[in-house]
């Protein structure tokens, strides 16, 4: 069965600098991958989201990039601030009507 | 309404009774996810509705979880004879097909 991995339980980085995540998955590519934020206390918000046939998407200070070769997909956030300090979970969808697959997520901290 | 309502937001009972989850869709929405989330844990896939289909409920963990979707809206999750265990936040999301998934704010769910 297709199975998400999210780099670390936790990161912290020094304010300014990037934060880079990562997720990887098994088996089948999927047609698209997500990026969502949530806040202690809240539901999932969605960020991004990248397909197949795209190497890489921005949004401000956002960039998210797919690799199917590598079955990887990194979320970047540059000039990073406390108030990104969240957990950011992956998400996946195969095809045809198979349900979307969460990622356990990674808990940032940005140090100010 | 603009987005995802879950009712109620708070649930204490005892354990072995029944209770009840509400959902209300963004209107439109196609498609109806449950999850169930422990503290500081990933999100757990409940149960996947979509469209007129046979919702995907190979995520509820016991046969006292059930879910119903009425009218392709409202959705209700209920827990019958609930166990400590059972206690978490149970979080729906709607989208459009397998698109962006909205969430609700959660249910947190507490039996004592």
């Known amino acids: 069965s297709q199975k998400i991995e999210q780099n670390s339980e936790a990161l912290n980085i020094q304010e300014g600098k990037t934060a880079t995540l990562t997720c990887n998955y098994t088996n089948y590519s999927p047609a698209y991958l997500q990026w969502y934020r949530q806040d202690p206390g809240r539901g999932p918000v969605f960020l991004l989201l990248?397909?197949?046939?795209?190497k890489e998407k921005r949004k401000e200070r956002l960039k998210v990039t797919f690799d199917t070769t590598l079955k990887q997909s990194l979320f970047h956030i540059t000039a990073s601030q406390p108030a990104d300090s969240a957990t950011y979970l992956c998400?996946?969808?195969?095809?045809?009507?198979?349900?979307?697959?969460f990622g356990k997520g990674t808990r940032l901290h940005i140090l100010p | 309404g603009a987005g995802v309502s879950q009712s109620p937001s708070n649930k204490v009972t005892e354990k072995g009774k029944d209770v009840e989850l509400r959902c209300d869709p963004i209107s439109g929405h196609t498609a109806l996810y449950w999850y169930r989330q422990s503290l500081g844990q990933g999100l757990e896939f409940l149960i996947y509705?979509?469209?007129?289909?046979?919702?995907?409920k190979s995520g509820l963990p016991s046969d006292r979880f059930s879910a119903e979707r009425t009218g392709g809206s409202v959705s209700t999750l209920t827990i019958q004879r609930t166990q400590q265990e059972d206690s978490a936040v149970y979080l729906c999301?709607?989208?459009?097909?397998?698109?962006?998934?909205?969430f609700g704010a959660g249910t947190r769910l507490s039996v004592l």
């Open positions: 509705f979509q469209g007129n289909s046979a919702p995907d």
């Open positions: 998400a996946l969808a195969l095809g045809g009507d198979d349900k979307i697959i």
């Open positions: 990248i397909r197949e046939n795209e």
């Open positions: 999301a709607s989208s459009f097909g397998k698109n962006i998934q909205y």
